[in-house]
């Protein structure tokens, strides 16, 4: 696994997504004229926290690329905002109105019980039965798993380290994917690595910042990991991860990040050099195909990405490509198979059904 594990679908592109709300979009070559919108609601963490938002929006940019017509974006503050920052874009006549994070489900619910002939796409949360609300959910915990046992193989000190944004399915998914993958390790190779912040057995101890958009507690909670000796920390908490990203560059070489959701040296390269790797979800891919589809009719059943079908996995190693031992890529590669073929059974309860 020379190159890492790859998605299919491509996340090049993300840095050049930053657009404002209201401004009226730039022609796109070669789309014929239509009266066609996709529009997006934010979660809190917003368009550029270089993580679920940011895919979102560049999924449905590429979308309206090839389906013609145009696309907004409105940014909620607080959860407070969720219900009429939709219900704004639904009077303002988006024909697909896209929301994101598992948090806004009950808003985007609601909005559609209000307006049951408008479209909904959600990502992060299910299908809603009897509702036009298309879900796209993934298996991290699967792609988390590989992580974890990165992790494990690749820690110094026998210590590694997670924390998440929020105590929600979404997050916590992945939480449990990096626990279990290093307990494998263990179970494996007859060590005792220890994951510092979080235990699927006791969720409630878990360490969560609270925030998705909170760069010094992210970098706090890491500092404090990184004292009690983890030298690989692995932050689930949106553009809150990228204060983990500073404090692991400001150790000294002492400690490195698995960042989420995208390929972190794509568009955060500045941390390009602790990044162990990334645990990937297509979110771009995923929203891109319900831009494309809505376009051309209504929206039916619900996407959710594994291994299996590339939904999700690892990013390539980047400059820990030759520091990752062979025979490590090779036992990765091998529990990916097994997962897949179900030999390697990921029992988070946060995995999405169906």
């Not at 993580?51 to 940014?75: L, T, V």
């Not at 905002?81 to 874009?89: A, F, M, Q, T, W």
């Not at 376009?295 to 690892?314: P, S, V």
Request: hydrophobic share 35%; with cysteine; aromatic share 8%.
């Amino acid at each position: 696994m020379s190159k890492g594990i790859r998605l299919a679908a491509g996340m090049a592109g993300l840095a050049m997504l930053v657009a404002a709300c209201g401004e009226k979009p730039e022609e796109k070559a070669g789309a014929e004229k239509s009266d066609y919108s996709a529009c997006m609601v934010t979660d809190t963490g917003g368009i550029d926290d270089r993580s679920f938002n940011a895919a979102s929006w560049a999924g449905i940019q590429a979308g309206i690329k090839q389906a013609g017509g145009e696309e907004q974006f409105i940014a909620s503050s607080s959860e407070n905002d969720y219900v009429p920052n939709i219900n704004e874009l639904v009077k303002k006549g988006c024909k697909l109105v896209v929301t994101v994070g598992g948090l806004m489900g009950e808003a985007t619910t609601e909005a559609a019980g209000q307006h049951p002939d408008q479209q909904f796409a959600i990502v992060d949360s299910p299908t809603v039965e009897g509702k036009k609300i298309y879900g796209m959910q993934f298996n991290t915990a699967e792609s988390s798993f590989l992580a974890g046992y990165l992790a494990a193989g690749m820690s110094k000190s026998g210590k590694v380290a997670t924390f998440g944004g929020m105590a929600i399915p979404p997050v916590t998914i992945f939480m449990d994917g990096f626990w279990e993958g290093v307990q494998h390790y263990n179970k494996e190779k007859g060590k005792n690595v220890q994951v510092l912040g979080w235990d699927e057995t006791k969720p409630k101890s878990g360490s969560m910042a609270d925030h998705f958009n909170n760069q010094a507690k992210g970098k706090s909670i890491t500092q404090n990991f990184i004292e009690q000796g983890a030298d690989i920390i692995f932050p689930v908490a949106g553009g809150t991860g990228l204060g983990a990203a500073a404090a692991a560059k400001e150790s000294g070489g002492k400690a490195s990040v698995i960042w989420v959701d995208t390929d972190g040296c794509e568009f955060a390269e500045q941390y390009c050099d602790v990044f162990l790797t990334s645990v990937m979800k297509d979110v771009k891919g995923a929203v891109e195909n319900a831009v494309t589809t809505a376009a051309k009719g209504d929206l039916t059943g619900g996407y959710l990405g594994d291994l299996k079908n590339n939904g999700t996995g690892l990013a390539p190693f980047h400059q820990f490509e030759d520091k990752v031992p062979a025979d490590l890529k090779t036992e990765l590669d091998k529990i990916k198979t097994d997962i897949v073929d179900g030999k390697i059974e990921i029992t988070s309860p946060s995995q999405p059904q169906g």
